[in-house]
């Protein structure tokens, strides 16, 4: 079982960079999936959860209007589509599975997770 991250890299303000997370090892179509992030001293934080189906999603407040979140079931691969990004969305950014239909992020639901995936948005 494993979810690998990828897409991150260094981007200007403004910039746009789209994270994806591929599933092995078991089929996601049964889980929620969850992007979350962590910058350098600060907790770890919700950055948008996406039902097993696909139907729902959440975002965390500072990302709403500007971050979307999609998932293709048939490719196993959840997609995080970052654009305008701000210094402040600097962090690793980590995806993670949970077995439950609901698009909540809620650290303790996920069951699964990937290594994470540098994001740096910097001039």
């Known amino acids: 079982v494993q979810l690998v991250e990828s897409g991150g890299g260094l981007v200007q303000p403004g910039g746009s960079l789209r994270l994806s997370c591929a599933a092995s090892?078991?089929?996601?179509?049964?889980?929620?999936i969850g992007w979350f992030r962590q910058a350098p001293g600060k907790e770890r934080e919700g950055v948008s959860c996406?039902?097993?189906?696909?139907?729902?999603?959440n975002f965390a407040d500072s990302v709403k209007g500007r971050f979307t979140i999609s998932r293709d079931n048939a490719k196993n691969t959840v997609y995080l589509q970052m654009n305008n990004l701000k210094p402040e969305d600097t962090a690793v950014y980590y995806c993670?599975?949970?077995?439950?239909?609901?698009?909540?992020?809620?650290?303790?639901?996920?069951?699964?997770w990937g290594q994470g995936t540098q994001v740096t948005v910097s001039s």
């Open positions: 993670a599975a949970a077995p439950t239909v609901q698009p909540m992020c809620v650290i303790r639901w996920y069951e699964y």
């Open positions: 090892g078991f089929t996601l179509d049964y889980y929620a």
């Open positions: 996406i039902s097993s189906s696909g139907n729902s999603a």
